[in-house]
């Protein structure tokens, strides 16, 4: 069922070998499928990784992918003809659950096996499709029209559930699914132990994990750390990601799992501390360091999420919303707040131009400024010239590609809002 003469080219081998950072396999408009392992296909699709695992009963296909399902279908079928007999998808996002239709087009009719919780999760997305439309266009700096699912025939409903844990047998071999909430509450990690390899989905993706996304629902950072030290148990001799490169060696892999826990440990002590002792939300935010034996691991570096943001998930989890300003219980509105700082400023051109001093000095502080002079002031083109210069500069220099999203939304607000006024 493989096709021999593929795996005998050493050109379609997938290097596994330690390091390469995540954000290099990001957004890169490529699909490709290689052997990392015998009769196990690597798939990277844009920027979202798959698994198929070539058994005697037919394929085992760990998550799907969307956009680039075509193309994916394509990628394996070059290697193999293998029938394919069962897809287990690691969570109900939709770059990793919503490939499944050139393969149904094609024929198959496979078990879908996910965790309990994922159907709920599909019917919050047919009640939420356009506020996803929206956040994710605000994340992604997406212009184009998106499609999200809001029909029930839109989804890949799965026939098996689980809820804590799954051993199936397909081809006389095992595959082990496990549960641990991390940036969802429906994650599934896989464990193949006659073959040594591990799928973690997104529980392991080589960066700060996707804790603190501050437009979405509720990550989980104690029960990822939890799950990270689960896949660190089980000896796999290699790691397959949802996202990024493979890692391979036991000792390897146990180390960045155990150091990517530790770090979210330390953050959730932090934050905790913080709250018992009735810190303001801001001032646990700005105390979050994370520890240097730690923060040296590129494999933790803030590439997608920021400490912050996790901290304040974590604040929203266990202590609510509110944020110890009591002004902010029952505020005025942004815009009308933002009309009488200009009042008190005696005007636009004062707080614009102090914008325009802290952009480099504070520039968090340059973007209130900046801010507050678009939305009291809506028609002004200095302005919205401001907010554009000021967002633009914060976030060439963020690292976080959720932050450098949301600071470049400001800006494409403002350019928007410029055009209106030519």
């Known amino acids: 069922m493989t096709n021999d003469a593929d795996k005998a080219h050493s050109k379609d081998k997938i290097d596994v070998s330690v390091g390469g950072t995540v954000l290099e396999r990001y957004f890169t408009g490529k699909t490709e499928a290689a052997y990392v392992a015998d009769n196990t296909l690597f798939l990277t699709a844009d920027y979202v990784n798959l698994i198929a695992f070539e058994t005697s009963d037919g394929l085992v296909l760990v998550d799907t992918g969307m956009v680039e399902a075509p193309k994916i279908f394509d990628e394996i079928r070059k290697k193999t003809d293998a029938p394919l007999h069962t897809v287990i998808i690691t969570h109900g996002h939709m770059d990793h659950a919503f490939g499944l239709n050139p393969w149904l087009e094609a024929g198959e009719k496979p078990r879908i096996i996910a965790h309990e919780n994922m159907t709920r999760r599909f019917r919050t997305y047919m009640r939420l499709a356009p506020m996803n439309i929206h956040i994710n266009r605000v994340q992604f700096g997406m212009e184009a029209d998106i499609h999200w699912p809001d029909k029930e025939e839109q989804f890949p409903w799965p026939d098996t559930t689980y809820r804590e844990q799954l051993t199936i047998r397909v081809g006389g071999e095992t595959f082990e699914l496990y549960h641990h909430k991390g940036e969802t509450d429906d994650s599934t990690w896989v464990w193949a132990p006659e073959r040594g390899i591990v799928c973690t989905g997104d529980l392991y993706v080589g960066m700060l994990p996707y804790c603190g996304n501050p437009q979405k629902v509720q990550r989980y950072a104690e029960e990822w750390a939890d799950g990270l030290e689960a896949i660190a148990s089980v000896g796999a001799e290699l790691l397959l990601p949802g996202h990024g490169h493979p890692i391979k060696g036991k000792d390897e892999i146990r180390k960045r799992c155990l150091i990517t826990a530790e770090t979210l440990r330390s953050i959730v002590k932090q ?68 009309k009488e700082i200009i009042r008190l400023a005696g005007g636009i051109e004062p707080l614009v131009d102090r914008a325009r001093e802290l952009i480099d000095s504070d520039p968090a502080l340059a973007c209130h400024l900046a801010e507050w002079a678009a939305l009291g002031a809506p028609d002004n083109r200095s302005a919205h010239e401001c907010v554009i210069d000021v967002f633009n500069k914060r976030a060439e220099s963020e690292i976080a590609l959720i932050a450098r999203g949301i600071l470049s939304h400001a800006v494409r607000k403002s350019q928007k809002a410029l055009a209106t006024l030519e």
């Open 271 to 338: 934050t905790l501390e913080g709250l018992n002792a009735g810190k303001t939300h801001e001032d646990i935010m700005a105390s979050i360091k994370i520890p240097e034996h730690l923060a040296k691991e590129p494999y933790v570096d803030p590439l997608y999420d920021k400490p912050e943001f996790i901290a304040r998930a974590i604040i929203r989890r266990y202590g609510g919303w509110w944020n110890g300003f009591s002004s902010q219980l029952l505020p005025a509105k942004m815009a009308d707040q933002s």
